[in-house]
């Protein structure tokens, strides 16, 4: 007779886990009633204690990631307990539970935030071929530590009619004074321009990116406020020519409920800068395991899950984004804007060089 429960053991409350090890020490065979004893145990047990699980702190909202987490329950018998919140709150929430934490995985948004998470001590390094192959090198770190499962550009967009595509060519060129007054983009607490201004440093040098932020602060319509959606509002209301924003914004507001959204995404173009060099800038949401896991081997199922074609499709378009795996079909939106050269930097790159930026705006006057 074989035990067909004992597979089940790792997952049993621990005290019931003691109680069948005791009698089911290798050498020892386990009588007759007691191996029907625990079969017993084991049939009354209530179903969620035997079932696989993953414990999620996502910084992404419920409805941008809950249904491709119920897909792949349905697919695996894996139950996702999703917790949701703000970046950095959930950062702040790993970092004092540590290695107490409930927490197996943890989704955010920007290499700013997952690099500040690595060097926080709250992840662990997590090694896949399926991660490796599915995901480029630039888009993960190194090390293991996180790993990039959607991708967002941060273009120059353009009110139609007031610019043409043909004065643009570079974020270099946005310091320029032709664009004085012209340009809106949001303040330098902002991880996203953090990021942008990293980008630059790593192929202008520190020197010539304060130079460039300076003259780029001097070309502002108006000081820096609101979101990327703002900058967006106010260029097509006319109060600046140039935004600078991620483009799920402007896929977002172009299917916004709100009629004032849909109108001013109508009046705006992508351009995509910097593509006779390095590429126009670009940044990752992404997933780190948690340092303390205790549900690892059902958490990297989930990773590896999120990276496949069908998390990779869904995922991505479900928040105007761009699947990180090349040859996975983008949506209609994404594809009207034509295709892109993206950096090909390593964005830990841009982690690491996030202090640097941040001071660098700031004596800049970048507010
Ligand atoms: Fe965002």
């Not at 409930?102 to 992840?123: C, N, Q």
């Not at 502002?220 to 900058?231: C, E, F, I, V």
């Not at 705006?268 to 997933?287: D, E, I, L, T, Y």
């Not at 990297?300 to 990276?307: D, G, N, R």
Request: hydrophobic share 40%; proline share 5%.
């Amino acid at each position: 007779m074989s035990f067909a429960g004992l597979s089940l053991l790792p997952r049993l409350r621990p005290d019931l886990r003691l109680r069948l090890r005791t009698h089911l020490r290798p050498g020892r065979r386990p009588s007759r009633h007691l191996i029907t004893a625990g079969l017993l145990v084991l049939a009354v047990l209530p179903l969620p204690l035997l079932a696989a699980e993953v414990n999620l702190y996502s910084a992404r909202s419920e409805e941008l990631i809950k249904p491709l987490l119920d897909r792949f329950t349905q697919e695996t018998g894996i139950k996702v307990n999703l917790v949701t919140g703000k970046e950095d709150a959930l950062l702040q929430r790993l970092q004092s539970e540590g290695l107490n934490s409930p927490a197996d995985l943890l989704i955010t948004t920007d290499v700013g935030r997952l690099h500040r998470a690595k060097e926080a001590g709250v992840t662990q390094a997590v090694s896949s071929a399926r991660l490796e192959s599915a995901i480029p090198a630039a888009y993960r770190d190194p090390t293991g530590h996180w790993f990039g499962l959607t991708l967002r550009a941060r273009p120059i967009l353009y009110v139609a009619g007031k610019v043409k595509a043909e004065e643009l060519s570079t974020y270099e060129d946005l310091a320029d004074p032709k664009w004085k007054g012209r340009v809106c983009i949001r303040s330098s607490d902002n991880v996203y321009n953090q990021s942008l201004v990293a980008s630059l440093i790593a192929a202008d040098g520190a020197e010539a990116t304060e130079t460039w932020a300076k003259g780029l602060v001097a070309n502002l319509a108006r000081p820096p406020k609101g979101g990327d959606r703002d900058q967006i509002l106010a260029a097509a209301a006319g109060q600046c020519d140039l935004a600078i924003a991620n483009t799920y914004y402007l896929a977002g507001m172009l299917i916004a409920p709100e009629a004032n959204q849909r109108e001013a995404a109508a009046k705006m173009k992508v351009f995509w800068p910097n593509q006779a060099g390095r590429g126009v800038h670009v940044n990752v949401s992404g997933a780190a395991l948690t340092q303390g896991a205790k549900n690892r081997a059902e958490a990297i199922q989930l990773l590896e899950y999120l990276s496949g074609d069908q998390g990779q499709t869904w995922y991505a378009e479900t928040n105007g984004e761009y699947p990180v795996r090349p040859g996975v079909p983008v949506s209609a939106t994404l594809a009207a804007w034509g295709e892109f050269k993206a950096d090909g930097i390593n964005l830990t790159r841009l982690g690491e060089l996030n202090g640097e930026a941040v001071k660098l705006m700031d004596r800049a006057g970048w507010k």
